[in-house]
């Protein structure tokens, strides 16, 4: 018996056998089982699980009409909202493979998601069309979307909603306006209202485990981020495991604030709620208030979250005016949980905060705390079917008990391999003890319960309050300003988000004088996710390096951690 096994929630297998099905078939299940019960709730709009399954039905029938064929990946660049659970599964339903897109991403980051994956067909909201039109007009002719189907928020909920349900003031502008189409070059653009309307043929569905079904991206220590080929069976072990783990029912209702276009959200809340039937009260982004009145209004049960959300949550100065007594339960990663806040919401409410740990590459949680037995700052145990290690990283050797080494995973979640990356994926994986380990890039430990620890990073990356960020993407990125001869991107000490961006950048000899660093910052924010975004910019003369001309990025980042910014 392994040691975290004592602490192995009550009557959960160890392991599980999923569904030997496609994710599209959860979606027709729950449907066929709960077609009048709410599936989603958006600013006070129901949709019921039936009129979720038809609606995804007629899009994927749109789709096919338009030349989507099984196996070709469907860029998908949209916040929370029904639009975007309609599309993730009508993609599925088409036999198609979903390439989900982070809606923070400018032009010049767009090209690479539609010419990596070959895509030729997006499907967005109307406020981010114009930029994903940009991206596809600037690409040589052959590589451009041929198709951009687009969608208003308006077309999911009533504007003039009042009362708990409705959005945020500030927020009106963004979801109420309705932005005219973009042109596209080369290509035609369809309003989703007319995709919807549709009632051509729809081919049957026939898809199965072995075959992928999605394509997220995760960047790395060089060049440009990586496909990760997650088939259904990968992403069908982590929602029935997510679900399982969280004691999911019918009966559940989830708050679903973290981001669908990311890996957490997508599996462990969306594709989770869609096996069990619970309901999901979406939010497309992050409001403290919003929170707090529809937790209440909807006696939201489940709540996954990045520990921000909590702080902010718990600082409101309505905070008392929130019932939060429906909450069963609380969990989340992305960064820890400080210690005096766990406290607190366990003080307030009895809720154990239950941290997680996971990779785009493990279909998110490959390690997750049990519910009534938490430990904070911890990653967690290794989930269901999942066999977890701690190894040296040069001998791939299983280092003992509480030493520091490399976390590697074996399990069902893990992704077949990164899209078009022959090389990246032989170096991501090895061999022990006859099974194909993941090998994560992040260094930990285990405790003599047989709990994970994060300790390092073996990989360079910056971990801004959840959203990851790879510096050699943004230093690629700003290098294209006119004025920057170089740049080194490290992490800058952040009292809310834990960590942020600092550049430290070498003008070009011609420029010296003429640019500000705020002017810097204001470029990169035209050109980048605004998580990427320096918050920090620092002139300098020259930047270290080595003997063999490579920039020192360890020795800026420890003379940067030594001043203790915050």
């Not at 919807?196 to 790395?220: C, K, M, R």
């Not at 969280?246 to 559940?252: F, G, I, L, R």
């Not at 360079?460 to 990125?477: D, H, T, Y």
Request: charged share 20%.
């Amino acid at each position: 018996m392994r040691p975290h096994h004592k602490f192995w929630p009550p009557r959960l297998p160890h392991a599980i056998t999923p569904p030997a099905t496609s994710l599209w078939q959860n979606l027709a299940i729950s449907a066929l089982r709960y077609p009048d019960k709410p599936a989603i709730v958006f600013f006070g709009t129901v949709m019921t699980w039936a009129q979720l399954k038809a609606a995804a039905e007629r899009l994927a029938a749109y789709l096919q009409s338009l030349g989507v064929q099984k196996g070709d990946r469907v860029v998908l660049n949209m916040q929370n909202s029904p639009q975007l659970v309609v599309a993730h599964f009508a993609i599925l339903r088409a036999d198609a493979v979903v390439v989900p897109v982070n809606p923070m991403n400018r032009a010049e980051e767009l090209k690479h998601y539609i010419t990596d994956p070959d895509a030729k067909v997006a499907i967005t909201t109307a406020d981010l069309a114009g930029e994903l039109a940009r991206a596809s007009d600037a690409l040589p002719e052959g590589q451009r979307l041929q198709h951009l189907i687009v969608t208003q928020f308006t077309d999911a909920f009533d504007g003039n909603v009042e009362g708990n349900d409705a959005p945020p003031e500030t927020w009106r502008d963004w979801l109420l306006t309705h932005h005219a189409l973009p042109a596209l070059a080369g290509g035609q653009v369809h309003a989703w209202k007319d995709a919807l309307a549709f009632d051509g043929p729809l081919a049957e569905a026939t898809a199965g485990p072995q075959d992928l079904s999605v394509l997220p991206y995760t960047s790395g220590t060089t060049g440009l981020p990586k496909g990760c080929m997650h088939t259904h069976a990968s992403i069908m072990h982590n929602a029935v495991a997510c679900a399982l783990w969280s004691v999911a029912t019918a009966e559940t209702v989830g708050l679903v604030v973290v981001p669908m276009f990311h890996i957490t959200g997508m599996v462990a809340v969306m594709h989770a709620s869609v096996y069990a039937g619970a309901t999901m009260i979406l939010m497309p982004r992050w409001d403290r208030e919003l929170a707090g009145r529809l937790i209440s209004r909807w006696k939201v049960t489940n709540f996954t979250n990045i520990p921000t959300m909590i702080i902010d949550l718990l600082a409101s100065p309505n905070f008392a005016s929130f019932d939060l007594t429906s909450l069963k339960t609380i969990s989340g990663g992305g960064a820890a949980m400080p210690q005096a806040v766990a406290q607190r919401l366990f003080d307030a409410y009895g809720l154990r905060y239950a941290e997680g740990y996971g990779l785009t590459e493990t279909a998110a949680p490959s390690h997750q705390n049990p519910v009534d037995h938490t430990k904070q700052q911890c990653l967690g145990i290794p989930f269901m079917s999942t066999d977890a290690r701690v190894v040296d990283p040069e001998t791939l050797k299983e280092v003992p008990q509480g030493e520091q080494g490399e976390i590697v995973i074996h399990g069902p979640e893990v992704f077949q391999g990164y899209w078009k990356r022959p090389e990246a994926t032989e170096a991501a994986f090895f061999e022990l003890d006859g099974k194909r380990f993941f090998r994560s890039g992040d260094l930990g430990r285990v405790d003599e319960d047989g709990y994970f620890f994060i300790t390092d990073r073996l990989k360079r990356m910056i971990n801004a309050s959840g959203f990851k960020v790879w510096p050699a993407e943004v230093e690629a990125l700003m290098f294209k300003h006119p004025a920057i001869q170089e740049a080194c991107i490290i992490a800058t000490k952040d009292a809310y988000r834990g960590e942020s961006v600092k550049a430290v950048v070498v003008l070009r000899p011609s420029h010296q004088g003429q640019v500000s660093e705020q002017e810097i910052i204001d470029w990169c924010r035209d050109h980048m996710a605004v998580y990427k975004v320096p918050r920090v910019v620092e002139f300098a003369d020259a930047l270290p390096k080595s003997g063999s001309g490579k920039v020192m990025w360890r020795s800026l980042q420890e003379a940067e951690a030594k001043t203790g910014v915050m």
